[in-house]
């Protein structure tokens, strides 16, 4: 027979006192409420020992709150966006929130079914890397009232929270550096997409060369296909239509690593004679040789951010009252593959 759950009826009970009593210490506010510090030890020595678990679902139908947090990105295997959500779930869970991760392949129908899922179970709050197509899905989660923070990307026009990184500088930065390095032909190599992270990478590259009299070469390669796996096909055929080229701009990490994988099967000394940047780091990077100049996004202070943004808007009556749209900057780790050869 399944033991029959403990209450906290069962703990008032038994050191007699009032259900409230016990309610005010396991929820926290004892010391609000004017209990004792011994009354509030004895209840939770008494809890633990008995092993006392919350009845989550009643919990959350009485307070309005599931404690519960969804963050949903584009790829959660994707070396960025794991070690995101690590980071984030550990600054949540020292807050008293849970988190469930997903992953919405950049897909709007499954972000909308996701959508739809975890806001019908009543999470707290979405923090979410948008997929194209979802703008209405957003206006109308903050149209419900429902806390959103959009990471990564936004859309333009909508009033919305949101974290996101300098990419148009951190793309030109990157640019630059090569150029001042004695790099005259730089292709960039990056997704066909009109999401705003993308397009700030893209317009950050385009106005370097541009400033420094050079030509733009540029691969923009369809997610479709870079899903389907033909990355390095697109890439291979870049490279063979443009063999002047002196240096390689990976607009994303995936992208450089198909492009690496390419140069070693096209010609293996070609890492060693052409400069590379990647725009977001990987723990590989620092092991290739030459190792690989990437850009790097300040993974701590964007999960910081995102929960000092996202704490207030749990508690507010109207998400839409104030919107915060945060802009972080990034940093150029500079190795090997992007000086002067």
Not at 19 to 33: C, D
Not at 56 to 83: C, H, P, W, Y
Not at 128 to 155: A, M
Not at 265 to 289: H, Q, R, S
């Amino acid at each position: 027979m399944k033991k029959k759950p403990v209450s906290i009826r069962n703990i008032a009970d038994e050191l007699k006192i009032s259900v409230t009593t016990v309610s005010f210490v396991l929820n926290g506010k004892a010391k609000e409420k004017h209990i004792s510090k011994e009354l509030t030890k004895k209840v939770l020595d008494y809890a633990k020992l008995i092993n006392y678990r919350p009845n989550q679902i009643a919990q959350s139908l009485r307070t309005g709150k599931s404690k519960i947090l969804v963050f949903m990105m584009e790829d959660i295997s994707n070396n960025f966006f794991s070690k995101l959500a690590r980071i984030f779930e550990d600054i949540a869970y020292d807050k008293g929130y849970k988190v469930i991760f997903c992953s919405n392949e950049n897909d709007d129908e499954k972000s909308n079914e996701l959508i739809t899922l975890f806001n019908f179970r009543q999470v707290d709050g979405f923090i979410i890397v948008p997929s194209p197509g979802i703008k209405d899905t957003i206006e109308n989660l903050i149209k419900d009232n429902i806390p959103v923070i959009l990471l990564d990307r936004f859309f333009e026009g909508l009033d919305c929270n949101s974290v996101v990184i300098d990419n148009e500088q951190a793309s030109f930065d990157a640019t630059l550096h090569l150029i001042q390095n004695k790099f005259k032909n730089i292709g960039f190599i990056t997704t066909a997409s009109d999401q705003t992270q993308m397009m700030g990478r893209l317009s950050g590259y385009d106005k370097a060369v541009s400033q420094n009299n050079l030509k733009a070469i540029t691969l923009q390669i369809p997610y479709s296909e870079i899903n389907k796996g033909k990355s390095k096909e697109y890439i291979k055929e870049f490279l063979d239509q443009n063999p002047d080229l002196d240096a390689v701009f990976f607009a994303t990490n995936y992208l450089a690593q198909s492009g690496l994988e390419v140069f070693k099967v096209k010609n293996p000394k070609l890492i060693n004679e052409i400069g590379i940047i990647a725009f977001d780091d990987n723990d590989m990077f620092k092991i290739y040789d030459p190792a690989i100049t990437s850009v790097h996004q300040p993974l701590n202070e964007i999960s910081t951010a995102l929960m000092d943004v996202m704490l207030p808007l749990l508690k507010k009556k109207d998400v839409a009252e104030t919107t915060h749209q945060i802009m972080l900057k990034t940093e150029l780790i500079v190795r090997e593959s992007s000086l002067s050869k």
